[in-house]
Structures are given as structure tokens and as C-alpha cells.
């Protein structure tokens, strides 16, 4: 199999990972100069909730996750590990999205949305680590060919609506605007 659902879900991860390069970047400006770039956070949250959240974790949790599940009990037990952690990372996103439009006068929000910024860089990081390395070869160990084949097309099925919104052109040219570092201030 040359482009299997796997291949598919490790490609989304290396542009997720754009965007958590960028929030690195922004923690250690934050923690530097003690202001916050507002709109290139409100940008890394609309694409974490749109395309991370939205587009690449509806494929996992509402067609990998369930597959898997039913195939085999010690799979089960990483999905729900994994699970939780996309709970986690959204947390974070919540948080961020909170503290935002008080960014600019209150000091408690710029430590907020460093800190759960640089908890979700983190936390991505490792969850991106054990997808690529412990659930995808299990992925491709547990389904065969065909089963593969039948999630790819079910996948097709997301990504057709998204390009159909142009979502999908879009969330990759913003992932793309934010591995660029913001002009110096
Ligand atoms: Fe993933």
C-alpha cells in the first residue's frame, strides 16, 4: 500500500506541528518582551480548533479510534490514553482563548497563555510521538488492505467536504503564514 489512512494522519501531524513550532516561538517572545502577538495566537487557535481539532481528530476519534477499539482490547487501552490527551490539549486551547482579550492589560492573562501554550506544545509533541511510533504500526498491523483502503475513502469522505469549503487550502496556507516569525517589534 503506497498512501494508506496512516500516511495520511502523519502528513496532518507535520503541519500540526508547524503550528506548535510557531506557539514555542511565541512562549519565548511572550516570556522575552512581556507582550503577546493577539492575532497570531487567535490564528494558531482558529487552526488548532478547525484543522487539529475539527478536520485531523474527527478522523481518529470517529473513524480510526472506534476501529481499533473493536479490534483488539490492548489497542482499547492506548485509544482511551490518547483520547484523554486530546482532552488536555483542548483544555489548554480553552484556557488560551480565555486569557486573549485581556492580553494586552492584564499581566495574569500573558502568563496564561504562555503557560498553556507552551503545556500544549508539550503535550502535542509527546501525543504526536506515541501516535506516530505506538498507534500507527498497530493501526497497520491490526487492519488489513482492504480495511485500510475502506478508512482512506472514509477519510476522503472529511477531507472532500473540507476542500469543498476551501477549509483545507486554507488551514494549510495559515499553518504556512505562522511558521513565518512575526516581524520584529
Ligand atoms: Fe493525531
Known sequence: MIDGPTDQLRREHELVL???????????????????????????????????DGNHHTKEEELLFPLLEERSASAGGTVSILLSEHEAAR?????????????????AARSAIAENLKLYAFLLRLHIGKEDTVLFPLTERLLNAQEQEMLSAEFERVEGEETETGASERYHALAHTLATPPAER
Open 91 to 107: 483544555d489548554c486551547i480553552r484556557k488560551t482563548d480565555a486569557a486573549l482579550p485581556d492580553a494586552e492589560r492584564s499581566a
Open 18 to 52: 508547524i503550528v506548535v513550532e510557531a506557539m514555542e516561538r511565541e512562549v519565548a517572545d511572550i516570556e522575552k518582551t512581556g507582550r503577546v502577538h493577539s492575532e497570531r495566537v487567535a490564528q494558531m487557535i482558529d487552526f488548532t480548533r478547525h484543522f487539529t
